[in-house]
Every structure is written in structure tokens, then in C-alpha cells.
């Protein structure tokens, strides 16, 4: 069917720069990357550039509700981002359609459209995360960044040694914020200037966790949502590497507590200390009442050596979900409660997150396990925490074939961003997905980037990636003083 289109005002840096006036509808879809088909967007989200994958056409155009842009043969669409803000503020709440028209041998065709849909609530505008290439033993060229997700601006906060100086190798990992703020974070280093530096307003400071009786320095740690408390997990982390097996690498603890950090008054003690347990990923409730952990129970030895135990039983370790109450005024736990028995259906949790209004859980679930980044078979998953009626269930719109693990609520908690290997099963890239009022996910969309490329030419991995509503107030320079030129203050052990 020959179609006559009018002319529309483009606002893309690409060509060509207006709708084709003769065209022929066609069947087939269109193929782009990232996949932005059928997804529900944040009114205040960068553009959604992406490129069209059409060995057939020299030049595309494509009409997202009015805004045109134009490609050539590369296919690469460059959304002007004042156009893109102004086509959200009206849309905000509807949905916006969208074509694409792709110059063939034999003239221009149109593809069959898809949806945008654009959602009321904003989603906090700042996310962190840190960049990491595929190895599994180096700590060179490690990085914690901060991307403004209305743009594409992006503020190092702290690279280690890029020069690969003798002694100056040092990993930096586990940062968290305090309620989706960045008045109170922390950003752990290990090797050498090991410490975790904790801030507080514009100041920072690097203290060290060690005693006897901890077995390493805090983990995976969690700011309780108002007081200036961290809960930590320390572990004794060990890696192998498969010979035959669809799975790369596993990472699991010999040994893992729970302990609890007070910044105000630099004291640490532990939560929980059990010796044929292991416990991990601490997490805060909304109201800070309760603590939720993940809890996995040594399995019987299959091997004599202590050191090969956990080795022989890796894919026999379960971690199911629990909580433990807090009292906020004398700092005191109670009695731990099973909230999810992963381990009862052969499954494993890891990472729980409360949804900043208290009704959700969310955490990953994999066949074994807690190290789920390197996990296929990992999703997420929710338990509604106001309605016992309801059984924990996948976010099935939201999830993949390959890993989706590590995952960060927006302080509204309509939206989550997680690191997930769907593209291509060996690089966790972080994805941003809607969370309705209905308790259930939306299809996920890749953090989009100025040019549409950038993920694939990209060989590092994104990971731990947190939203925060306002930017970190430190930058390398800040932090690299603290982290080398600083000697990191003993953190007081009270029993």
C-alpha cells in the first residue's frame, strides 16, 4: 500500500531530517538496539537513542509522536534531548507511538509501529555504579561513576590506579546510600588503602573494621533509613572456575556473619554469630524496624577438608529470607523470623531490597547460591509484606533467560534498576523497569546512552547500580585524598 505522508520538523543531528512524502507499508518489524519496543518510560528519562539494524536501507527516519529524526546507513538515532523533554512533559501519563521508515532498493517502507508509554512518577535521577572489566583476580581500572539519568552526564567518583603503579592495586566496591540521599554513604576499598570511607554532608573519613573475633571487613553493607547505623555482612569469600559447565564462576563464603556499624561513634558489633551458618545481604525495612538478611545452613561435609567443603557442596547451598526486629531506640535485635523458604522448593535468595514505602520485598532467586550475578538461572522476585495472603512471585515482565540480580528501588518505588546479562549472557549492564501499584513489574529497557553503541563497544561490566534523588557531593580528587593520603581509624569492637 503506497502511503503520502506530510512533512514534520525534525529534531535529530542525524539525516535524513523530514518524514519520506511516498511510502510502502510493510510487514516485517523493525530491529533496533537497544530494544525500546512496548516499554513504559520515567517522564524525566534521557533519550531514548537507539540504532536500526537494517543491512538492506542507507537511510531511516523515525517518527516518535510527532518528533522526527533522521539516520543514515549506520541507523544511529540522536534524539535532540530539549525536543525529547518537552514531547515527555506533554505525554507524561499516555503513551507515545512510534515509526520507523527505512530507505530500501526499492523506495522508502514504513515498519509496523510500537508504544512508548510514559509514566506519571518520575524516577530518582541519579544512579551509581561501578564499572569493572571481566576479570576475576586484577583490580586494575576499577570505577565508580554517577549518570544523571535525565542526561547523559556522567561524574567520576572515584577511579583507582589506571597507570598500573607497583603497589597501588586496590579493589573499591559496595557503596550504598542512606533513604535514596547521598547525605550518608560509604564506598569500601580492599588491598591496599583498605578501609571504607563513610561520609556525612561534605565530610568523609576512612575507618577500618577488624577484630579477633570479625571474620573480614564489612560487606554488602545497608544504611538503616534514618539513624547512623550500617548493617553489614562479613565474609570469607572464595572463587572456582568451571571446566565443563554453562555457569563461568562461582562465588561463595566459607564463613559469613552479620555485623552493625554505628557512624556517629565509629563502634561495631556483631547482629548474628554462628558458626554452621552462613548470613548475608543485610537489609533495612522502611521504617527501620526490622532487618532482613539472607541465612544458608552448612551443608554436610562431601569432602575431609575444611577448605574443599563448601568447594564440593556449591551447588547444595540454599539461602533462604529472613528478618529480624530492631528496636530504633536501644539498638537492640530480637528473634529471627523465616520469611521466604527458598531452600524448601530448592531454590536460593540473595539481595533483599524493602521498597521505600514498606510493601514490597524484592530479591533475586536463583537454583543455588547467593553470588547470583554469574547466575543463568537468577530473576527477580517479590514478597508482598501487607498482604500474607499473597505467596512471593517472579516479576515475570521484568525478568530474562539469563541473570538479573543486583537491584536498587527509586524513592517513590514505582521504579528499580538491576544489572541484568540478557544481551549477550557475559556483561551485566544495568536495566530500569516500572513497578505499578499492583505489585507487578513492567518489561525492562537499558540505560540509555548518548550513542546507542556504547554498550557493545563497551568491555567492562556495569554492576551494584544505586538510585539516589541527588547527586554524590565528592569527586575523584576528594576521594582519592581520602583513600591513599588518609590512615583509616579503628573502628571500636563492643561486645
Known amino acids: 500500500m503506497l502511503v503520502v505522508a506530510g512533512v514534520l520538523m525534525s529534531a535529530c543531528s542525524g539525516r535524513p531530517s523530514s518524514l519520506p512524502s511516498t511510502f510502502t507499508e510493510v510487514a516485517d518489524s523493525a530491529r533496533i538496539y537497544p530494544?525500546?519496543?512496548?516499554?513504559?518510560?520515567?517522564?524525566?528519562?534521557?533519550?531514548?537513542?537507539?540504532?536500526?539494524?537494517?543491512?538492506?536501507?542507507?537511510?531511516?527516519?523515525?517518527?516518535?509522536?510527532?518528533?522526527?529524526?533522521?539516520?543514515?546507513?549506520?541507523?544511529?538515532?540522536?534524539?535532540?534531548?530539549?525536543?525529547?523533554?518537552?514531547?515527555?512533559?506533554?505525554?507524561?501519563?499516555?503513551d507515545i507511538e512510534v515509526h520507523i521508515y527505512a530507505r530500501r532498493p526499492q523506495g522508502w517502507v514504513r515498519q509496523p509501529g510500537f508504544t512508548l508509554h510514559v509514566a506519571e512518577e518520575d524516577i530518582d535521577p541519579y544512579v551509581t555504579y561501578r564499572l569493572i572489566e571481566p576479570g576475576y583476580e586484577l583490580y586494575y581500572q576499577l570505577g565508580i561513576y554517577q549518570r544523571n539519568l535525565t542526561n547523559f552526564d556522567v561524574t567520576t567518583i572515584y577511579e583507582n590506579d589506571r597507570d598500573k603503579r607497583q603497589g597501588e592495586s586496590h579493589c573499591i566496591n559496595c557503596h550504598n546510600f542512606q533513604n535514596n540521599g547521598t547525605e550518608r554513604m560509604y564506598l569500601h576499598v580492599r588491598e591496599n588503602h583498605r578501609g571504607t570511607v563513610v561520609t556525612h554532608g561534605q565530610e568523609a573519613h576512612k575507618i577500618l573494621i577488624k577484630h579477633d573475633s570479625i571474620i573480614a571487613s564489612g560487606a554488602y553493607g545497608n544504611w538503616h533509613p534514618f539513624l547512623p547505623l550500617v548493617a553489614f555482612s562479613t565474609n570469607k569469600t572464595e572463587q572456582f572456575f568451571h571446566f565443563k559447565y554453562h555457569e563461568k564462576i562461582e562465588v561463595f563464603d566459607q564463613r559469613s556473619d552479620l555485623l552493625l556499624y554505628d557512624a556517629e561513634h565509629n563502634e561495631v558489633r556483631h547482629i548474628i554469630r554462628t558458626p554452621d551458618h552462613f548470613e548475608t545481604f543485610p537489609c533495612w525495612s522502611a521504617d527501620g524496624t526490622r532487618l532482613y538478611y539472607c541465612d544458608a545452613k552448612m551443608p554436610p561435609a562431601k569432602v575431609s577438608r575444611a577448605d574443599l567443603a563448601v568447594i564440593a557442596s556449591y551447588d547444595s547451598l540454599f539461602y533462604d529470607l529472613y528478618s529480624v526486629p530492631f528496636d530504633t531506640a536501644t539498638y537492640t535485635f530480637g528473634e529471627p523470623r523465616l520469611e521466604v523458604e527458598a531452600s524448601a522448593q530448592g531454590m536460593s535468595c540473595s539481595v533483599p531490597r524493602v521498597s521505600p514505602d514498606g510493601r514490597y520485598l524484592l530479591y533475586a532467586l536463583a537454583l543455588y547460591g547467593q553470588f547470583h550475578l554469574y547466575h543463568h538461572s537468577a530473576d527477580l522476585w517479590v514478597k508482598d509484606l501487607q498482604d500474607s495472603t499473597v505467596t512471593a512471585y517472579p516479576l515475570t515482565a521484568s525478568n530474562s533467560p539469563d541473570a538479573d540480580s543486583y537491584h536498587s528501588w527509586s524513592s517513590n518505588s514505582r521504579w528499580f534498576v538491576f544489572s541484568s546479562r540478557r544481551d549477550d549472557g557475559d556483561y551485566t549492564r544495568t536495566y530500569i523497569a516500572y513497578f505499578d501499584r499492583q505489585g507487578q513489574g513492567h518489561r525492562a529497557f537499558l540505560l540509555p546512552q548518548r550513542d546507542p553503541e556504547y554498550n557493545l563497544m563497551l568491555l567492562k561490566s556495569f554492576n551494584v547500580p544505586e538510585l539516589t534523588r541527588t547527586p554524590v557531593p565528592f569527586g575523584q580528587l576528594e576521594m582519592e585524598h581520602v583513600i591513599k593520603h588518609t590512615e583509616a581509624e579503628l573502628a571500636t569492637y563492643k561486645e
Open 35 to 94: 530494544d525500546y519496543r512496548d516499554v513504559t518510560i520515567p517522564p524525566n528519562i534521557a533519550p531514548l537513542n537507539f540504532m536500526v539494524l537494517d543491512d538492506a536501507a542507507d537511510a531511516f527516519v523515525a517518527d516518535l509522536g510527532g518528533l522526527v529524526c533522521g539516520a543514515g546507513s549506520d541507523g544511529k538515532m540522536d534524539i535532540d534531548t530539549a525536543a525529547w523533554r518537552s514531547l515527555l512533559t506533554a505525554q507524561r501519563g499516555k
